[in-house]
Each structure stands twice: as C-alpha cells, then as structure tokens.
C-alpha cells in the first residue's frame, strides 16, 4: 500500500498523515488504538505522529526503526516511554516477540536493520531542532513538508527502509497470541 506520508514532500497535514496511517492499519487488519479523554498524556497520538513525521510502516523493521528516530530525533522523557511500555497492548506485543522470536530476536532484528538504523542517526544528528514527543495540538493543521523542513527531518527513502533480511512475524499488538 502506499503512503503518502511516507514522500518527504508530502503535502498531508499531520492531521491528514496521521489519518492515513489509521486506514493502513485497518487496511491491514490492525485495530486504530486510541486514548481515552481522561489520558493526561495522549501516548497513542504521539506515537502516531511519529509514524507519521517520519515516515515509517509498521512492520517490525519500521518498528525499530522508529525506536531510533525517537531515541535521537524527539524530546522523548523516559517517563513517557516508561508508561508507553507499560501499555497492555506493547506489553502484549513484548510477550509474542519473545515467544515466537526468543529473546536473542531483539538484537538481531537491530543488527539486521543496521543500516537504516545508521542512516536514522546520521538524519537526525542533522536536524534543526528536535521533534516534540508531546506534540503540540498546533502542529497538527501544518504541511509535513513544512514541519519537516523547520525540523530539519528527512525521511528514509524506499531503499533505505528495506532490511538486509526481512523478518516472518504475523503478530498485531491487538490480534490474539495463537
């Protein structure tokens, strides 16, 4: 499928980015997770925008990658990384990967992601500033491309988001462990 989000160009919103990485996720058999009103802290958005801002999938390898883009390119607290791994569905998500992969998985999925992972800390050594982790309602209604240039934030290409070897893991963080 593809993402229009995924262009470093893009003329979506964020709003609109965010949006299209929902239908992705229905498209591709995944429940949209949300917060609920009373969150203080809405951990689903801001995870979303971060797919969105920088233009990664949600395959494992995407996954990892991401980690990366928030590690060196956000104003991440550990805090809210800390509640977001305490969160059912990523604890859940955690219990599959090691079930079905084994522990010794983790950093072999790194090591076989190496050079998008090299690439995601070259990019964000390069950026203007850092993307806010807790994202301000405002950015919302800016172009990506806008926020991607006052951020300094450039995007992964197709080649450079391929793995050295792709991962076999049908896993949803909201589908059942079989």
């Known amino acids: 499928m593809h993402l229009e ?5 893009s003329t979506q919103t964020l ?3 965010i949006d299209e990485y929902h239908r992705y996720l229905t498209h591709i058999g995944r429940k949209v997770l949300t917060d609920s009103p009373e969150d203080a802290d809405p951990i689903w958005l801001y995870h ?3 797919h969105a801002i920088f233009g990664q999938d949600t395959t494992i390898e995407g996954e990892a990658t991401l980690d990366f883009w928030v590690l060196f390119g956000t104003t991440f607290t550990w805090k809210l990384l800390k509640k977001y791994q305490q969160l059912p569905e990523i604890k859940d998500l955690s219990r599959a990967v090691v079930s079905e992969l084994g522990i ?3 950093p072999k999925l790194y090591w076989r992601n190496k ?4 690439t995601v800390i070259r990019h964000s050594r390069r950026m203007n500033k ?5 994202l301000p309602s405002v950015l919302l209604d800016r172009r990506l491309y806008e926020l991607r240039t006052e951020y300094g934030i450039t995007v992964l290409t ?11 893991f049908d896993y949803s963080i909201v589908s059942e462990i079989s």
């Open 5 to 9: 989000y995924q262009n470093q160009n």
């Open 15 to 17: 709003r609109e980015a």
């Open 48 to 50: 979303d925008a971060t």
């Open 104 to 106: 010794a998985f983790i």
């Open 115 to 118: 050079r998008a992972l090299w």
């Open 130 to 134: 850092k993307w806010p982790f807790e």
């Open 158 to 168: 197709s080649e450079q988001r391929i793995p050295s070897r792709i991962t076999e």
